[in-house]
């Protein structure tokens, strides 16, 4: 009886996962804030990037202020490889990184060992 | 608390536990017993395997699952287990849960450590920066920090010192030691006239220079932010790992609860050997490894061959690299050093001199500075010909002392009369791979001269160097047939493609794409066509700005040693790469199966902290043959590998 409870768990969990992991789940893409000549968005690291797409405004200087609460060392570095940025992100400080917004397009980028991913559209 | 912290703070809180492995056997038990494990272990789990339970959560809400989150669950799962065994007084399992986490600390505190030293190129190459320079402010030198010099500023630099910014010397002579930047490894002297590269080091003179190039502008910066492109680029071979990493880890714990349930209902096992399975296959099925194998060693190829100055753009370019079959050199200032000079004169020297020199005056033509540069050295006076006109595509003919004179290539043949005599020189010149014009006055050909460009001295052994690499060598050359062929002959290049116009280079480059991937190794501005058709394009340094900004791998240095050291070095490294995949694959792959216990059946299994050494070992065995990339050796010794940059 046990054994048949187990199993039944077990394949519940099993069916859980793969929904959670791998079903679609969308998320939305926040527009910067422009303020005077300059735009800027705050993101937040924790277990990803939130919110992971942000729309930035060709030919406005903008800056991405990341903030990482996630302590894992997986998260710790953000690589820009379009922009050739790669930089360090204390814990629980605002860290400021500059895009240059002169070229529309998009761009994504990725923690240091490329296993989160995040969007900047510029437009 | 760093990762360094909380390593010692689970190192020191295991060790009981490991004392105790050893002495329950002999009847010793820890004073406390099972309490005091317990303790201990929700002490490690709570300071030490925190952040990894916090990170695996915010991933999890996410719908991402990372590494930590392997490590989480598989502690976790032994933790709570072995809580709940404590209490019904079953066998406890406390030990697996913090070794694990002291292991698998241990491993993340040296993959940081040695991430730092694969990253070191760059910022060792911004420590090079100059921090200040003597400025000529108001008719007095002033010391300004480096931010405020400016183009045009006349800046001093003494003996020792570092040369702050790009520039040309105004005064004075000194030899400068180059080789961070360009890899050189001899001291060049340079004089008036000549520039300068910012952060080089001046040796024993005192001169003063004009500032042509500052911030973001200098060489030296335009290498730091090729290099940092470099090393935050993808390979192409990424993009597929990519894609695994993504799905392993949830599909990692599938297979996990799969195991457990196997073991469990359908073997029979008891539910501690079953979770046992259960937790080493989700500890050893960590994907770090993987997903470190291509950026590591992308860092410190492209940082290694930074150091020779050799500028590797990126990933894709380094993958390009590896399948190039053959190599396409522009001749002019490629293969040959790009200065022509008059070799021989035949025919009445003086006379033949002086009318190609009055005709050459005023031309913009490199051989025309090969024959006013012979002018001058002879002392011929020189006073420019009038009613210039353009013979189309042969030459120039112009009014000299009264009487109608004319200078041009081979082709002028056709107009005019080349007697026996001169026609067997003009082509025993051509067959010693120089090019003849010829000098004519009055409607009469008077004379030759032969202009040669030399091949450099690195080309006949780097053509030999590509040879015995199983490359196939081509040059490509606006000059003609006979001169192309003579130098392809002294430096040993295999196919000879002549008479091309400086338009179609791109053209040729695209046929001969045809039969194999080709990279293209050129220098002028006629050449960025042909740069960014070639799979590689390959730009000389001494080259234009244009040509650097169409190559994907661009050599500071001016010899063509570094074209072999640069096809080496991107074999290499992608050689490490590939093999770095296989190694972080092949022990995700084997190791999940025997961590499931597929092999207990012949006693081979893993308990859950071997699993963790394991997986520590694999990140750390990934990263350290990266960093074996710096000392691997490069058939084509490099002359200057052991400078600093």
């Given at each position: 009886m046990t054994k048949i409870l187990v199993l039944i768990v077990a394949l519940l969990l099993i069916g859980f996962i793969a929904w959670w992991f791998f079903g679609k789940h969308t998320t939305a893409a926040v527009d910067a804030a422009v303020t005077g000549s300059s735009q800027d968005v705050g993101v937040e690291v924790s277990g990803?990037?939130?919110?992971?797409t942000v729309v930035l405004k060709k030919g406005v200087p903008a800056t991405l202020t990341f903030n990482r609460k996630d302590p894992s060392s997986c998260l710790e570095q953000v690589v820009f490889p379009d922009f050739g940025i790669n930089e360090f992100l204390p814990q629980n400080e605002a860290h400021v990184i500059p895009i240059d917004t002169s070229k529309p397009g998009e761009y994504d980028y990725a923690c240091g060992m490329n296993m989160f991913h995040g969007k900047v559209i510029i437009k | 608390m760093s990762i360094k912290n909380r390593f010692v703070f689970s190192l020191i809180l295991s060790l009981p536990l490991l004392i105790e492995m050893f002495t329950t056997p002999l009847g010793i038990m820890l004073p406390g017993g099972v309490w005091t494990m317990f303790f201990l272990t929700t002490a490690v789990m709570a300071v030490s395997a925190g952040p990894f339970i916090e990170s695996a959560w915010a991933a999890f809400r996410h719908h991402h699952a990372n590494m930590d989150t392997l490590v989480a669950i598989g502690t976790t799962t032994a933790y709570l287990y072995s809580f709940y065994a404590m209490l019904a007084g079953k066998d406890v399992f406390f030990e697996s849960a913090a070794f694990v986490v002291t292991l698998i600390l241990l491993g993340q505190y040296f993959e940081e450590k040695m991430k730092h030293s694969a990253s070191g190129a760059v910022s060792k190459l911004v420590d090079l920066?100059?921090?200040?320079a003597e400025v000529m402010r108001d008719g007095q030198l002033v010391k300004v920090p480096l931010a405020e010099v400016a183009v045009g500023d006349i800046i001093r630099v003494r003996p020792g010192q570092k040369i702050a910014v790009d520039g040309v010397i105004t005064e004075g002579t000194s030899t400068i030691d180059e080789s961070m930047v360009t890899g050189e490894s001899m001291p060049v002297t340079k004089k008036a006239g000549d520039h300068v590269i910012g952060a080089t080091m001046n040796s024993n003179g005192t001169f003063m220079f004009k500032a042509s190039k500052v911030g973001n502008d200098t060489l030296l910066s335009q290498i730091v932010e090729m290099v940092k492109k470099a090393q935050t680029s993808h390979a192409p071979i990424q993009k597929s790992v990519d894609k695994v990493a993504d799905i392993f880890v949830p599909a990692v714990l599938i297979v996990a609860i799969a195991t457990f349930t196997i073991w469990y209902v359908f073997i029979g096992a008891s539910l501690v050997t079953a979770m046992l399975f259960a937790v080493s296959v989700v500890i050893i099925a960590c994907p770090c490894a993987l997903g470190i194998a291509t950026p590591t060693a992308l860092m410190v190829g492209t940082g290694r061959s930074a150091k020779m100055g050799?500028?590797?753009?990126n990933g894709e370019v380094l993958e390009a690299a590896n399948h190039v079959k053959t190599v396409v050199f522009d001749k002019t200032g490629t293969i040959t050093e790009g200065h022509p000079q008059v070799t021989d004169i035949v025919g009445d020297e003086a006379t033949v001199l002086r009318v190609a020199a009055n005709l050459e005056v005023s031309s913009e033509h490199p051989l025309a500075a090969a024959i006013l540069d012979k002018a001058k050295a002879e002392k011929v006076d020189v006073t420019a010909a009038e009613n210039f006109q353009a013979i189309e595509g042969k030459g120039v003919q112009a009014t000299v002392d009264g009487q109608q004179a004319f200078i041009g290539n081979d082709k002028l043949i056709a107009d005019y009369k080349l007697d026996a005599t001169l026609s067997d020189r003009m082509a025993q010149l051509q067959s010693e791979a120089k090019t003849v014009v010829l000098v004519g006055i009055a409607d009469q050909i008077i004379g030759l001269i032969a202009i040669q460009d030399a091949p450099k001295a690195s080309s006949a052994g780097a053509m030999a160097a590509l040879k015995a690499r199983g490359l196939r060598t081509v040059m490509l050359t606006g000059d003609n047939q006979r001169v192309a062929e003579a130098i392809a002959a002294e430096v040993g290049i295999d196919t000879v493609i002549a008479d091309v116009l400086p338009g179609d280079k791109a053209d040729h480059v695209k046929q001969l794409q045809a039969e194999g991937p080709v990279a293209f190794v050129g220098d002028g501005i006629n050449d960025a066509p042909a740069l960014t058709t070639a799979d590689v394009g390959i730009a000389m340094g001494s080259g234009t700005d244009i040509a650097i900004e169409s190559g994907g791998i661009v050599l500071v240095k001016n010899d063509l040693m570094d074209v072999v050291r640069a096809l080496e070095l991107s074999k290499k490294t992608f050689n490490r790469i590939k093999l770095n995949l296989f190694w972080a694959f092949i022990y995700n792959t084997l190791g999940i199966p025997v961590a499931a216990g597929v092999f207990a059946v012949f006693g081979l299994a893993l308990n859950p902290e071997i699993a963790g050494l394991g997986m520590a070992l694999s990140s750390l065995s990934v990263v350290a043959s990266s960093l074996l990339l710096n000392k691997s050796k490069l058939t084509s010794t490099p002359a200057t590998d052991a400078h600093v940059a």
């Open positions: 990803g990037y939130s919110p992971s | 920066q100059a921090k200040d050799i500028l590797i753009k």
